[in-house]
Protein backbone atom coordinates (compact mmCIF):
# COMPACT_ATOMS: atom_id res chain seq x y z
CA UNK A 1 0.00 0.00 0.00
CA UNK A 2 1.59 3.54 -1.06
CA UNK A 3 1.56 6.40 2.04
CA UNK A 4 -1.55 8.49 0.96
CA UNK A 5 -0.79 11.13 3.64
CA UNK A 6 3.14 13.26 3.97
CA UNK A 7 3.34 14.09 7.15
CA UNK A 8 4.93 17.73 7.97
CA UNK A 9 4.38 17.29 11.77
CA UNK A 10 7.28 17.63 14.50
CA UNK A 11 6.99 14.21 15.92
CA UNK A 12 5.58 11.62 15.24
CA UNK A 13 6.92 12.60 11.62
CA UNK A 14 7.03 11.27 8.32
CA UNK A 15 9.03 7.88 8.20
CA UNK A 16 12.24 7.35 6.89
CA UNK A 17 11.50 6.95 2.62
CA UNK A 18 12.96 3.20 3.49
CA UNK A 19 11.33 2.43 6.80
CA UNK A 20 8.95 -0.22 5.42
CA UNK A 21 12.31 -2.60 3.76
CA UNK A 22 14.26 -1.78 6.70
CA UNK A 23 10.56 -3.00 9.05
CA UNK A 24 9.94 -6.18 6.92
CA UNK A 25 13.61 -7.15 7.27
CA UNK A 26 13.35 -6.63 11.22
CA UNK A 27 9.76 -9.36 10.85
CA UNK A 28 11.45 -12.10 8.08
CA UNK A 29 14.76 -12.67 10.04
CA UNK A 30 12.28 -13.25 13.48
CA UNK A 31 14.27 -10.34 15.11
CA UNK A 32 11.01 -9.94 17.23
CA UNK A 33 11.99 -12.94 19.36
CA UNK A 34 16.11 -13.17 19.86
CA UNK A 35 17.38 -12.99 23.15
CA UNK A 36 18.86 -9.88 24.17
CA UNK A 37 21.65 -11.67 25.86
CA UNK A 38 22.42 -13.44 22.55
CA UNK A 39 25.39 -12.32 20.07
CA UNK A 40 23.12 -11.83 17.33
CA UNK A 41 21.60 -9.04 19.48
CA UNK A 42 25.54 -7.59 20.05
CA UNK A 43 25.72 -7.97 16.63
CA UNK A 44 22.25 -5.23 15.91
CA UNK A 45 23.66 -2.70 18.96
CA UNK A 46 27.27 -2.67 17.95
CA UNK A 47 26.30 -1.93 14.23
CA UNK A 48 23.65 0.77 15.23
CA UNK A 49 26.48 2.24 17.54
CA UNK A 50 29.35 2.01 14.90
CA UNK A 51 26.45 3.87 12.43
CA UNK A 52 25.38 6.53 14.88
CA UNK A 53 29.43 6.97 15.29
CA UNK A 54 29.97 7.50 11.89
CA UNK A 55 26.93 9.52 11.16
CA UNK A 56 27.37 12.01 14.09
CA UNK A 57 31.21 12.16 14.88
CA UNK A 58 31.33 10.15 18.04
CA UNK A 59 34.54 9.43 19.57
CA UNK A 60 34.90 5.94 20.24
CA UNK A 61 35.86 6.75 24.14
CA UNK A 62 31.79 8.31 24.26
CA UNK A 63 28.85 5.48 25.39
CA UNK A 64 26.13 5.36 23.13
CA UNK A 65 22.82 4.23 25.02
CA UNK A 66 19.28 3.75 24.70
CA UNK A 67 16.21 4.45 26.68
CA UNK A 68 12.73 4.72 26.36
CA UNK A 69 12.23 8.32 25.20
CA UNK A 70 14.02 11.52 25.02
CA UNK A 71 12.05 12.83 28.18
CA UNK A 72 13.52 9.81 30.20
CA UNK A 73 17.11 10.98 29.56
CA UNK A 74 16.49 14.18 31.09
CA UNK A 75 15.73 12.85 34.02
CA UNK A 76 18.89 10.23 33.66
CA UNK A 77 21.25 12.72 33.00
CA UNK A 78 20.06 14.97 35.79
CA UNK A 79 20.22 11.86 37.98
CA UNK A 80 23.46 10.45 37.17
CA UNK A 81 25.16 13.98 36.67
CA UNK A 82 24.05 16.82 39.56
CA UNK A 83 23.88 17.16 43.39
CA UNK A 84 22.28 20.42 44.00
CA UNK A 85 22.34 22.86 40.85
CA UNK A 86 21.65 22.74 37.16
CA UNK A 87 21.19 25.65 34.77
CA UNK A 88 18.71 25.92 31.91
CA UNK A 89 18.69 27.68 28.88
CA UNK A 90 14.32 28.26 28.46
CA UNK A 91 13.07 29.23 25.72
CA UNK A 92 9.59 27.44 24.49
CA UNK A 93 8.00 24.61 26.03
CA UNK A 94 10.43 21.69 25.34
CA UNK A 95 13.49 23.86 27.97
CA UNK A 96 11.11 24.62 30.19
CA UNK A 97 9.84 20.96 30.89
CA UNK A 98 13.95 19.58 31.26
CA UNK A 99 13.95 22.23 33.57
CA UNK A 100 11.06 20.89 35.61
CA UNK A 101 12.58 17.31 35.73
CA UNK A 102 15.69 19.38 37.20
CA UNK A 103 13.16 21.07 40.16
CA UNK A 104 11.12 17.93 40.83
CA UNK A 105 14.55 15.95 41.07
CA UNK A 106 15.09 18.70 43.82
CA UNK A 107 17.40 20.48 41.83
CA UNK A 108 18.16 24.28 42.00
CA UNK A 109 17.29 24.88 38.41
CA UNK A 110 18.74 28.19 37.44
CA UNK A 111 17.55 29.82 34.68
CA UNK A 112 17.39 32.41 31.94
CA UNK A 113 14.61 32.62 29.98
CA UNK A 114 13.72 34.36 26.27
CA UNK A 115 10.58 35.23 25.14
CA UNK A 116 8.79 32.27 22.86
CA UNK A 117 10.75 33.01 18.91
CA UNK A 118 14.17 34.50 20.57
CA UNK A 119 17.10 32.68 20.36
CA UNK A 120 20.54 32.99 22.85
CA UNK A 121 24.03 33.80 21.86
CA UNK A 122 26.74 33.34 23.76
CA UNK A 123 27.66 36.34 24.57
CA UNK A 124 24.88 37.39 26.57
CA UNK A 125 24.94 33.82 28.55
CA UNK A 126 25.71 34.25 32.71
CA UNK A 127 26.44 31.07 34.27
CA UNK A 128 25.97 30.70 37.81
CA UNK A 129 28.88 29.97 39.61
CA UNK A 130 27.81 26.61 41.29
CA UNK A 131 25.89 25.34 38.07
CA UNK A 132 27.06 21.61 37.93
CA UNK A 133 25.19 20.84 34.50
CA UNK A 134 24.08 23.57 31.82
CA UNK A 135 21.16 22.43 29.48
CA UNK A 136 20.63 23.34 26.25
CA UNK A 137 18.03 22.92 23.87
CA UNK A 138 19.76 22.48 20.33
CA UNK A 139 16.45 23.07 18.46
CA UNK A 140 13.59 23.95 20.61
CA UNK A 141 10.97 22.34 18.84
CA UNK A 142 7.86 24.51 20.14
CA UNK A 143 8.64 27.76 18.85
CA UNK A 144 11.23 26.84 15.82
CA UNK A 145 14.38 28.08 17.09
CA UNK A 146 17.72 26.68 17.25
CA UNK A 147 20.85 27.50 19.18
CA UNK A 148 23.61 27.35 17.13
CA UNK A 149 26.77 24.96 17.65
CA UNK A 150 29.21 26.92 18.09
CA UNK A 151 27.30 29.33 20.87
CA UNK A 152 27.20 25.86 22.48
CA UNK A 153 30.56 24.94 22.02
CA UNK A 154 31.55 28.35 23.76
CA UNK A 155 29.59 27.55 26.45
CA UNK A 156 31.51 24.45 27.13
CA UNK A 157 35.02 26.37 26.42
CA UNK A 158 34.07 28.76 29.05
CA UNK A 159 32.89 26.03 31.72
CA UNK A 160 35.53 23.92 31.68
CA UNK A 161 34.47 22.44 34.86
CA UNK A 162 30.79 22.20 33.99
CA UNK A 163 28.96 19.76 32.32
CA UNK A 164 27.17 20.47 29.17
CA UNK A 165 23.71 18.41 27.96
CA UNK A 166 22.59 18.92 24.64
CA UNK A 167 19.18 18.31 23.55
CA UNK A 168 19.05 17.78 20.00
CA UNK A 169 15.84 15.71 19.90
CA UNK A 170 14.12 17.10 16.78
CA UNK A 171 17.55 18.31 14.78
CA UNK A 172 19.89 15.45 15.09
CA UNK A 173 21.49 14.50 13.13
CA UNK A 174 21.81 17.79 11.14
CA UNK A 175 23.67 20.18 14.05
CA UNK A 176 27.65 19.73 13.83
CA UNK A 177 27.99 19.41 17.68
CA UNK A 178 31.80 18.72 18.66
CA UNK A 179 31.11 15.50 20.58
CA UNK A 180 34.95 15.67 21.99
CA UNK A 181 34.28 19.06 23.75
CA UNK A 182 30.82 18.86 24.95
CA UNK A 183 29.78 16.27 27.73
CA UNK A 184 26.34 14.89 26.71
CA UNK A 185 22.75 14.82 24.05
CA UNK A 186 20.59 12.32 23.26
CA UNK A 187 17.65 12.57 21.03
CA UNK A 188 14.53 10.57 19.85
CA UNK A 189 13.33 8.66 16.78
CA UNK A 190 10.13 9.44 16.12
CA UNK A 191 11.52 13.41 14.99
CA UNK A 192 14.43 13.64 12.77
CA UNK A 193 15.19 10.16 12.22
CA UNK A 194 11.88 9.02 10.92
CA UNK A 195 10.63 6.01 12.45
CA UNK A 196 8.07 5.06 15.06
CA UNK A 197 8.16 6.36 18.07
CA UNK A 198 9.77 4.59 21.51
CA UNK A 199 12.99 4.90 21.28
CA UNK A 200 15.88 6.99 23.03
CA UNK A 201 19.68 7.70 22.28
CA UNK A 202 21.73 9.18 25.23
CA UNK A 203 25.32 9.89 24.72
CA UNK A 204 27.79 10.78 27.15
CA UNK A 205 31.33 11.23 27.51
CA UNK A 206 33.65 9.89 30.22
CA UNK A 207 33.38 13.63 32.35
CA UNK A 208 29.82 12.33 32.37
CA UNK A 209 30.92 8.51 34.14
CA UNK A 210 33.21 10.07 36.68
CA UNK A 211 30.72 12.36 37.92
CA UNK A 212 27.91 9.33 38.38
CA UNK A 213 30.74 7.04 40.12
CA UNK A 214 31.21 9.77 42.54
CA UNK A 215 28.10 11.06 42.83
CA UNK A 216 26.77 7.04 43.82
CA UNK A 217 28.97 6.85 46.37
CA UNK A 218 27.08 9.03 48.78
CA UNK A 219 23.38 9.63 47.52
CA UNK A 220 21.36 7.90 45.17
CA UNK A 221 21.31 8.30 41.32
CA UNK A 222 18.12 6.64 41.07
CA UNK A 223 17.76 2.42 40.35
CA UNK A 224 16.44 2.51 36.74
CA UNK A 225 18.94 3.28 34.04
CA UNK A 226 21.97 4.19 36.21
CA UNK A 227 25.08 5.65 34.15
CA UNK A 228 27.82 3.14 35.41
CA UNK A 229 25.86 -0.03 34.65
CA UNK A 230 24.41 1.71 31.35
CA UNK A 231 27.97 2.79 30.44
CA UNK A 232 29.82 -0.84 30.96
CA UNK A 233 27.02 -3.05 29.07
CA UNK A 234 27.11 -0.87 26.82
CA UNK A 235 30.61 -0.87 25.97
CA UNK A 236 29.86 -4.70 25.14
CA UNK A 237 27.02 -4.33 23.12
CA UNK A 238 24.54 -4.94 25.93
CA UNK A 239 21.67 -3.67 28.16
CA UNK A 240 20.76 -3.39 31.73
CA UNK A 241 16.88 -4.46 31.00
CA UNK A 242 15.17 -5.95 27.53
CA UNK A 243 15.58 -3.10 24.93
CA UNK A 244 13.42 -1.67 22.37
CA UNK A 245 15.07 -4.16 19.77
CA UNK A 246 13.48 -3.45 16.85
CA UNK A 247 14.04 0.08 17.22
CA UNK A 248 17.56 -0.50 17.57
CA UNK A 249 17.59 -2.42 14.63
CA UNK A 250 15.65 0.43 12.84
CA UNK A 251 17.70 2.96 13.52
CA UNK A 252 20.96 0.73 12.72
CA UNK A 253 19.31 0.79 8.92
CA UNK A 254 18.22 4.64 9.31
CA UNK A 255 21.90 5.59 10.04
CA UNK A 256 23.72 3.46 7.91
CA UNK A 257 21.63 4.84 5.15
CA UNK A 258 22.06 8.22 6.04
CA UNK A 259 25.80 7.29 5.90
CA UNK A 260 25.73 6.06 2.05
CA UNK A 261 24.38 9.18 1.26
CA UNK A 262 26.54 11.24 3.22
CA UNK A 263 25.62 13.13 6.26
CA UNK A 264 27.16 16.90 4.54
CA UNK A 265 25.06 15.67 1.74
CA UNK A 266 22.07 15.33 3.73
CA UNK A 267 23.00 19.19 5.31
CA UNK A 268 23.21 20.52 2.55
CA UNK A 269 20.22 19.23 1.53
CA UNK A 270 18.18 20.50 4.73
CA UNK A 271 19.70 24.08 4.77
CA UNK A 272 18.29 24.47 0.70
CA UNK A 273 14.94 23.22 1.27
CA UNK A 274 14.84 25.22 4.88
CA UNK A 275 15.81 28.38 2.98
CA UNK A 276 13.38 27.65 0.09
CA UNK A 277 10.67 27.80 2.78
CA UNK A 278 11.96 30.76 4.64
CA UNK A 279 11.66 32.47 1.49
CA UNK A 280 8.35 31.73 0.46
CA UNK A 281 6.58 32.33 3.60
CA UNK A 282 8.57 35.39 3.85
CA UNK A 283 7.12 36.78 0.72
CA UNK A 284 3.47 35.58 0.92
CA UNK A 285 0.77 37.33 2.18
CA UNK A 286 -0.98 36.37 5.53
CA UNK A 287 2.10 34.31 6.32
CA UNK A 288 5.21 35.62 8.32
CA UNK A 289 8.47 34.17 10.00
CA UNK A 290 7.30 33.37 13.92
CA UNK A 291 11.69 33.55 14.51
CA UNK A 292 12.85 37.63 13.61
CA UNK A 293 16.75 36.34 13.89
CA UNK A 294 17.65 34.52 10.64
CA UNK A 295 20.30 32.67 12.63
CA UNK A 296 18.20 31.76 15.29
CA UNK A 297 15.88 30.03 12.85
CA UNK A 298 15.64 26.10 12.93
CA UNK A 299 16.30 24.20 9.71
CA UNK A 300 14.44 21.78 10.83
CA UNK A 301 11.22 22.89 12.30
CA UNK A 302 10.02 25.74 10.39
CA UNK A 303 7.17 28.29 12.64
CA UNK A 304 5.24 30.33 10.69
CA UNK A 305 3.02 33.58 12.23
CA UNK A 306 -0.64 33.15 10.61
CA UNK A 307 -3.05 36.02 9.96
CA UNK A 308 -6.28 33.57 9.24
CA UNK A 309 -6.49 31.00 12.61
CA UNK A 310 -4.23 27.97 11.84
CA UNK A 311 -6.93 25.40 12.34
CA UNK A 312 -8.08 27.06 8.73
CA UNK A 313 -4.80 26.27 6.65
CA UNK A 314 -4.09 23.14 8.46
CA UNK A 315 -7.69 21.92 7.60
CA UNK A 316 -7.42 23.00 3.50
CA UNK A 317 -4.06 20.69 4.04
CA UNK A 318 -5.19 18.21 5.26
CA UNK A 319 -7.61 17.88 2.39
CA UNK A 320 -5.02 17.47 -0.04
CA UNK A 321 -3.61 14.69 2.46
CA UNK A 322 -0.72 16.84 3.79
CA UNK A 323 -0.97 16.97 7.55
CA UNK A 324 0.89 20.14 8.80
CA UNK A 325 1.24 20.85 12.76
CA UNK A 326 -0.25 23.27 14.57
CA UNK A 327 1.39 25.96 16.92
CA UNK A 328 2.79 24.85 20.43
CA UNK A 329 1.02 25.60 23.50
CA UNK A 330 -0.28 29.37 23.57
CA UNK A 331 0.60 29.56 19.79
CA UNK A 332 -1.51 26.90 18.74
CA UNK A 333 -4.29 29.17 16.79
CA UNK A 334 -2.10 31.50 15.18
CA UNK A 335 1.01 29.37 14.11
CA UNK A 336 1.68 26.36 11.83
CA UNK A 337 4.97 24.34 12.42
CA UNK A 338 6.48 22.51 9.01
CA UNK A 339 9.07 19.64 9.87
CA UNK A 340 12.30 19.70 7.53
CA UNK A 341 13.50 16.89 8.51
CA UNK A 342 15.23 14.63 5.69
CA UNK A 343 12.34 12.22 5.50
CA UNK A 344 10.44 15.60 4.02
CA UNK A 345 12.17 14.91 0.59
CA UNK A 346 12.90 17.98 -1.49
CA UNK A 347 9.56 16.98 -4.01
CA UNK A 348 7.71 16.54 -0.87
CA UNK A 349 8.66 19.99 -0.25
CA UNK A 350 7.66 21.22 -3.74
CA UNK A 351 4.33 19.48 -3.32
CA UNK A 352 3.64 21.43 -0.15
CA UNK A 353 4.57 24.32 -1.53
CA UNK A 354 2.50 23.91 -4.64
CA UNK A 355 -0.95 23.52 -1.96
CA UNK A 356 0.42 26.64 -0.18
CA UNK A 357 0.01 28.34 -3.68
CA UNK A 358 -3.70 26.88 -4.02
CA UNK A 359 -5.03 27.50 -0.58
CA UNK A 360 -4.09 31.16 -0.51
C1 LIG B 1 9.94 15.77 21.40
C2 LIG B 1 10.97 16.43 22.21
C3 LIG B 1 11.35 15.96 23.47
C4 LIG B 1 10.68 14.80 24.13
O1 LIG B 1 10.88 13.63 23.41
P1 LIG B 1 10.12 12.29 23.86
O2 LIG B 1 10.66 11.26 22.95
O3 LIG B 1 8.66 12.56 23.69
O4 LIG B 1 10.46 12.06 25.29
C5 LIG B 1 12.37 16.62 24.14
N1 LIG B 1 12.98 17.69 23.62
C6 LIG B 1 12.63 18.18 22.42
C7 LIG B 1 13.36 19.37 21.89
C8 LIG B 1 11.63 17.56 21.67
O5 LIG B 1 11.30 18.04 20.46
Known amino acids: MSRQKAFFTAGPAELYPKFEEFAKEFIDLQLGSISHRSQ????????????????????????IMFAGTASEIWERIILNCTEMETFHLVNGSFSKKFRQYSQELERHAHV??????????????????????????????????????????????????????????????????????IDTAFFSVQKSFGLPAGLGVWIANEACLERANELSTRRSIGAHGRLPELWKQSKEYQTPATPNVMGIYLLGKVAEDMNKRGI?????????????????????????????????????????????????????????NLIVGAGYGPKKSSQIRISNFIANTPEMMERLIEAFDEIG
Open 112 to 181: FEKPMGEGFSYSEINVPEFAELLCTTQNETSTGVQTREGDIHKLKRGNQSKLVAVDMVSSAPIPELDFSL
Open 40 to 63: QFKNIYQHTDEQLRELLNIPAENA
Open 264 to 320: SELRKETDQKARKLYNYFDQKEGYSIAVEKPEHRSRTVVVIDTEKPSSEIINALKEK
